[in-house]
T-cell receptor, first 112, second 115 residues
Framework: NAGVTQTPKFQVLKTGQSMTLQCAQDMNHEYMSWYRQDPGMGLRLIHYSVGAGITDQGEVPNGYNVSRSTTEDFPLRLLSAAPSQTSVYFC???????????FGPGTRLTVL | AQTVTQSQPEMSVQEAETVTLSCTYDTSESDYYLFWYKQPPSRQMILVIRQEAYKQQNATENRFSVNFQKAAKSFSLKISDSQLGDAAMYFCAYSPQAAGNKLTFGGGTRVLVKP
């Protein structure tokens, strides 16, 4: 099992560009989440999903879009990147039977 | 809103010694979960230990143990017999049972291990 995978590992964007961060899991977990980690801080929740077709906003959702068409995938879309979105992005999953979240390796995004 | 506070930005410990990391949280919920995550330079978030609020017994995982004081809303992590591989950022995190997808993190404590 690969667990939680994220692509790409690194990305540099120019202001105004769009891109999608990919998250995939092979553990059949119902719950998936996206977090961002800014320098010297803990992670903050962007969006989450409790199952295919169901998403909701977290603490810092502005500027990000999500959808969940399958159990395995939960992409995060930046429609018009801004320098304030420079951060490390983590995807996490958990099963409905446990409150422990398991994290992917992260994507470091720089917006110039 | 729930908040998680880690008051120690950095802690230093001699190899084989013990270090304790502090964490306090604020919540009006009665059912919740608390976690300690380790983040080494590779930036991978690794679960160290978790505690269910309804359990009075403190959780233990090998050299890692917690001191959970529910009334005081305190959740400290003790690392015994510290090893060089323990050097990392440690994050305390809180999740209410009613909204289990919402992990709230503290600002982190950097642990340095001296050989």
């Amino acid at each position: 099992n690969a667990g939680v995978t994220q692509t790409p590992k690194f990305q540099v964007l120019k202001t105004g560009q769009s891109m999608t961060l990919q998250c995939a899991q092979d553990m059949n977990h119902e719950y998936m989440s996206w977090y961002r980690q800014d320098p010297g801080m803990g992670l903050r929740l962007i969006h989450y999903s409790v199952g295919a077709g169901i998403t909701d906003q977290g603490e810092v959702p502005n500027g990000y879009n999500v959808s969940r068409s399958t159990t395995e995938d939960f992409p995060l879309r930046l429609l018009s990147a801004a320098p304030s979105q420079t951060s490390v992005y983590f995807c996490a999953t958990r099963t409905s039977g446990s409150y422990t979240q398991y994290f992917g390796p992260g994507t470091r995004l720089t917006v110039l | 809103a729930q908040t998680v506070t880690q008051s120690q930005p950095e802690m230093s410990v001699q190899e084989a010694e013990t270090v304790t990391l502090s964490c306090t949280y604020d919540t009006s919920e009665s059912d919740y979960y608390l976690f300690w995550y380790k983040q080494p330079p590779s930036r991978q978030m690794i679960l160290v230990i978790r505690q269910e609020a309804y359990k009075q017994q403190n959780a233990t995982e090998n050299r890692f143990s917690v001191n959970f004081q529910k009334a005081a809303k305190s959740f400290s992590l003790k690392i015994s017999d510290s090893q060089l591989g323990d050097a990392a950022m440690y994050f305390c995190a809180y999740s209410p049972q009613a909204a289990g997808n919402k992990l709230t993190f503290g600002g982190g404590t950097r642990v340095l291990v001296k050989p």
